[in-house]
């Protein structure tokens, strides 16, 4: 046997090592590999059509305009381009892929699965399904679980609690891929959000606004529907009703995150790269879910630890509180003094009053509050000036924007997010007769009036 000296053996272990550190990057990077190609492979076989393959690589614009006015670069993410109006899409695709592929759904339309495929003729062939169901569950929703279960080509009930928009997605996204939508929402929403969520094949079901503590939170209220689908087809003998519920839950689902993560931050990032040779400074938007602000700013925290990451906030919502002083409390939370909104805001779809599951993942360097007046002035005056009509927390989020990148080097940039265009808030945020009511009491901006925030003393 040949024995070594020192240095050999030193050497000798150092080429192990390389060996050894070699092949186990090449094992990740196969394992990576097979995960990216068993993902495509999904989503080819998985055709959602039309729809599916327009989310995502929206525009990333630089508003001239306002950029010049604040002496900053301010650049927007069209999430409104979206086939479904927001970022949304993201998410809620993202959310029913997951389920899809970890049996909390069953499969799409149109995927190769045998036993998919008995799935979707147990629950559709009328021939072998026998006696209609007899219902055992709660009366008051009898009729609605009954005609999501009838409607449903897959098996597949997807039920979700939401403001409008994630719901929007989710019809969209259920309509092609075979499964019924039942969609919980608060009374608080524009009635055009109802009425598209109809004419996309939704069943909608609107509830009085409350507390998220209230057993009857549109949210709570979705959780105990999905429970109860699950179990009426449990404890059924009846293929017919052999149904797979899932209850959705945005606000606590990190595949949520997981879609900003691994998408719109990619986006923002290559896009400010390749368009306009820039870094971002900062990312500035309101939270509805968290999932966007955490998923975004995560992506953008690992390529530039310096990026800043704003929260903008509602008046009313706690988290501009939760952020600042580490206490998810607002004045507006007293019930004696919550009298027009949940949050007390003309916006919709952002803000809240707990942290959940997505925000608490976020690292987030500062918060700004925006009151609803600064947000209906930036709207008239985005329309004006750089032609953009846009809803009410994209108003939000620019003025957010503009008031953070004063604070910022006069050669920054800063990114935020058009949520949704102004279509959708016609019958309120665009509504001059309801937002001037004594409910509101907001001043309608007049084609001469500037937002607070590029006053002259607001400029540094």
Known sequence: MTMLGGRQRSSVALAVATATSGALLFALHSIHARRRRNRKQFIKNNDGGAYEALVGNTPLVKLEKLSVVVGRSIYVKMESSNPGGTGKDRAALYMLRYAETHDQLPLPLGTTSASHSQRVAASNDAGDAGAPHEYQGDEQWKELIEEAIDRSKTGGVVVEGTSGSTGISLASLCAARGHACVVCMPDDQSSQKVELLRHLGALVH????????????????????????????????????????????????????????????????????????????????????????????????????????????????????????GVAYASQQRERALKRHRYDTIAEGIGLDRVTQNFAGATIDHAIQVSDQEALDMAHWLLREEGLFVGSSSAMNVVGAVRHAQTMPKNSNIVTVIC?????????????????????????????????CLQPHSST
Request: net charge neutral; charged share 15%; proline share 5%.
């Open 206 to 325: 609107v509830v009085p606004t409350a507390a998220i503590s209230n057993p009857n939170h549109y949210v709570n209220i979705a959780r105990r529907l999905a429970i109860q689908i699950n179990n009426i087809a449990s404890s059924s003998t009846n293929e017919r009703v052999a149904v797979k519920a899932l209850f959705v839950d945005q606000f606590e689902n990190m595949a949520n995150t997981l879609a900003h993560y691994e998408t719109t931050g990619p986006e923002i990032w290559n896009g400010m790269k390749q368009q306009y040779d820039s870094l971002v400074d900062a990312f500035v938007m309101s939270s509805g879910t968290g999932g966007t602000i955490a998923g975004v700013g995560k992506y953008l925290k690992e390529l530039n630890l310096m990026a800043q990451i704003v929260l903008v906030d509602p008046p009313g919502s706690a988290l501009y509180n939760k952020v600042l002083f």
């Open 420 to 452: 949704d265009g102004g279509q959708r808030h016609l019958t309120r945020f665009w509504n001059k007769s309801y937002l001037t009511s004594s409910d509101w009491n907001l001043t309608w901006p007049t084609k001469d009036t500037v937002p607070d």
